[in-house]
């Protein structure tokens, strides 16, 4: 893994960990929204956590 996969991995993390968006930008050193958001794609257990409890708000 080089450094950008290493950064990336990184800051996908922290999204995934729901820290806040001002720590996020800290950390990633982007001034702009759009220059974070390509670290901003939850994996597949974030989803499943998420539309289980869109379900559950459902009922």
């Not at 990336?8 to 001002?22: I, M, R, Y």
């Not at 950390?27 to 409890?53: C, D, F, M, Q």
Request: hydrophobic letters at 40%; proline letters at 7%; one cysteine or more.
């Amino acid at each position: 893994m080089g450094p950008h996969e290493f950064r990336h991995f990184g800051l996908t993390h922290l999204v995934e960990q729901c820290v806040s968006l001002p720590l996020f930008m800290a950390k990633s050193g982007h001034k702009p929204v759009s220059g974070a958001r390509k670290y901003i794609k939850p994996g597949a257990a974030v989803l499943a956590e998420v539309t289980s409890l869109l379900a559950s708000s459902d009922r």
